[in-house]
């Protein structure tokens, strides 16, 4: 299989879970490098539906190995709820599992604080998960933060926590809120740090010799390219890369043992949270709700839903180096008269090709849509291509070729085998 980085073309919530979910078949390995229990990866195993947020979808088959790197942060309470949870499941949790010992941590300062910043705001608020991501990566760019390492040793662990609890409370009381309860957050996280020591260790160097051995690497993406702290739409993004430069810096693994990069992308468009969106279509949005489709695997929130956007994913393509692409939700389209993409942005009476940082601008777009008649079939029993109404494989290929990539994988359910290799 070789080692692939996949990425989000979008704004998250693409369908990555499945299709990582299908791809581990052939990998040895399975990495999350980026974000935290922000992420919320569904697959559907027969009539089982698991969500993850932060232990790699690949734990679902035997014989895998899932590392959670260095450039994750981890919220401690939360991944023991996860394991314990997956072990009800009749998962087997132990070698399979590797933490980085240098893995940031996320702490309930961090919940409280990114809550309460997106009160201050007000109507300028991100529409964060409130997982306490945007703090945690915060501290750790700041170099005052905790990590995997001070969690598993405990006498030193409750030194640091208190200093870091006294400091933030300083900061909750100043926006008002309530302070936290330094015992009661140290007995929490000494027993989730016990729970979590079996398996922390040196994932660097495990990923070294696995790239030696040449074992085969899949490095799971979470959220998309435009939720990027670099790349995305900022501030309407997440505080870690997540596109495919986040692999390398978040799991130790340099760019020359990546082999390709794989970009994953709605048959149409959709984003949780604020910030601009400029396919962004409300008659879309209530069809797929209708249809009980696009509700946040994380928070439950309904997400925003808008027409194909090739402007968005070309510029995914350009950052992320994709070499091929899967697109999925392909059958929520199914019933449609007519599907739009968005080939340019109109602004102020310019066309525009590329995806203007400015979000003044960006704000201000309008898109310049080509038309495509709907194949008005249900493709979720199509199991290959050809199986595929003529008019969904016509713009497939146009949704292809615009973002300037190859197709290699189409999905049309949530299901291991409603998935079309090409
Ligand atoms: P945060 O990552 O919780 O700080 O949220 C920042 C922005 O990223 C918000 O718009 C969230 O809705 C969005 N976001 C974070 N994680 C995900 C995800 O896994 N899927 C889709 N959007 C996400």
Redesign the pocket.
């Known amino acids: 299989m070789a080692n692939i980085i996949l990425v989000?073309a979008q704004?998250?919530?693409e369908g990555k879970g499945k299709i990582i979910d299908v791809l581990t078949e052939q990998a040895d390995i399975v990495v999350r490098s980026q974000?935290?229990n922000?992420?919320?990866h569904t697959v559907y195993l027969g009539s089982k539906k698991y969500v993850l947020h932060l232990v790699p979808s690949g734990i679902l088959r035997k014989r895998k190995v899932c590392v959670i790197g260095n450039g994750v942060v981890i919220d401690p309470i939360s991944l023991v709820g996860e394991i314990e949870g997956l072990r009800k499941l009749g998962i087997r949790m132990g070698s399979n599992l590797l933490i980085s010992e240098t893995a940031h941590l996320v702490f309930p300062y961090h919940r409280e604080l990114?809550a309460q910043r997106e009160v201050l705001k007000g109507k300028n608020k991100?529409?964060?998960?409130?997982?306490?991501?945007?703090p945690a990566y915060g501290d750790k760019a700041a170099r005052t933060g905790l990590r995997m390492l001070d969690l598993i040793k405990p006498d030193s662990f409750a030194e640091k926590l208190k200093l870091k609890i006294r400091d933030n409370n300083e900061i909750l009381k100043a926006f008002g809120a309530k302070p936290l309860q330094y015992k009661k957050v140290l007995e929490s996280y000494a027993e989730a740090g016990a729970k979590l020591k079996p398996f922390v260790g040196n994932t660097v160097v495990f990923l070294h010799e696995a790239c030696m051995a040449r074992r085969n690497i899949l490095f799971e993406g979470?959220?998309?390219t435009f939720?990027d702290l670099d790349h995305g739409t900022y501030p309407?993004?997440?505080?870690?890369n997540t596109t495919a430069g986040g692999a390398c810096t978040g799991s130790g693994v340099p760019p020359h043992h990546m082999d390709r990069v794989l970009g994953v992308m709605k048959a149409y468009t959709t984003?949780?949270?604020?910030?601009p969106f400029p396919t962004e279509n409300a008659e879309l949005g209530d069809f797929l709700h209708g249809l009980g489709r696009e509700f946040?695997?994380?928070?439950g929130?309904a997400?925003r839903c808008g027409w194909f956007d090739a402007v968005a994913t070309a510029h995914a393509t350009m950052v992320n180096g994709i070499d091929e692409l899967a697109v999925t939700n392909v059958d929520g389209l199914d019933t449609l008269d007519v599907v739009r993409v968005c080939v340019a942005y109109r602004w102020r009476g310019n066309r525009l090709d590329r995806v203007p940082a400015d979000l003044e601008i960006l704000n201000e777009c309008e898109p310049v849509f080509v038309e495509f008649p709907g194949w008005k079939t249900d493709t979720s029993k199509a199991r290959r291509w050809k199986d595929l109404p003529a008019k969904a494989r016509a713009y497939l290929n146009a949704i292809a070729e615009l973002t300037g990539s190859s197709l290699s994988i189409v999905s049309v359910g949530p299901a291991r085998e409603q998935t079309l290799f090409l």
């Open positions: 989000g704004w998250g919530d974000g935290g922000n992420a919320g990114d991100i529409g964060t998960t409130k997982r306490g991501i945007g979470a959220q998309g939720l309407y993004v997440t505080s870690s984003r949780v949270g604020e910030g946040g695997a994380t928070t929130r997400r």
